[in-house]
């Protein structure tokens, strides 16, 4: 036989067997039904391709000892486990996947499930052209274009490509910029391209910078009377 409990606690069960002459026997037990536990999911509604995102389980109303299982997809495989994950999303976008945490209580065997809709968005496509090479005392004229994503873009620039986008460097929505290189040498300037979601790209180009040319020695050979 089966039995759902509705509520928790334990409960005493007799069983009574009777055989087919009229003999009777008795067994008592007791069933203990522990509370249902709670399950959460907290992180992010959206994100882009390719950007892990952080998401964190919490699991209440159990002994406080869980495995936690992750299914990116909710396909029925789980991907990820641990309280903790950092969850890439890699399928063509614009798409909205649905995140399934499964936890279970490792001292009860309760089992419980939530899930959580994830919106995935495409990365802006970035273009960066230059007028190098250049002389030392000219201007790096730069010119960016971008496309896809979802528009509304804003561009920031290092000259140097250091990996680290300064605010000096940041142009706004100005796509077409100048830059002086004070000294002659090889460069790798950098645009970093965000769309109004939060989704980037970035591109980068070489700058070459020449001291130009320098004239010297020219001698005069004029005759006067």
């Known amino acids: 036989v089966n039995r759902a409990y509705t509520h928790d606690g334990t409960y005493a069960v007799r069983l009574r067997t009777t055989d087919n002459l009229g003999c009777v026997n008795t067994d008592d037990f007791t069933v203990t039904i522990h509370p249902n536990i709670t399950a959460s999911i907290a992180g992010p509604n959206a994100g882009c391709i390719d950007e892990p995102l952080a998401f964190t389980a919490t699991a209440g ?78 201007n790096s004229d730069f010119i960016a274009s971008a496309s896809g994503g979802s528009g509304s873009y804003t561009y920031e620039w290092d000259w140097v490509y250091s990996g680290t986008f300064s605010s ?30 939060g989704c980037s790209a970035m591109k980068t180009v070489g700058v070459k910078v020449s001291t130009g040319i320098v004239l010297s020695g020219i001698a005069s050979n004029t005759m006067t009377c």
Do not use: M
């Open 61 to 138: 109303n159990g002994s406080g000892s869980y495995r936690y299982l992750w299914d990116k997809e909710n396909d029925g495989s789980f991907d990820f486990n641990g309280q903790f994950v950092s969850i890439p999303y890699t399928t063509s976008p614009p798409v909205v996947k649905t995140l399934k945490l499964q936890i279970e209580d490792l001292i009860t065997g309760c089992i419980q499930s939530a899930t959580k809709n994830v919106s995935i968005y495409a990365n802006p496509v970035v273009n960066l052209n230059s007028n190098s090479p250049v002389c030392v005392d000219i």
């Open 168 to 197: 000096d460097y940041n142009s706004g929505n100005n796509n077409t910029v100048s830059h002086h290189y004070g000294s002659a040498g090889n460069y790798t300037a950098a645009v970093r391209v965000t769309d109004n979601l």
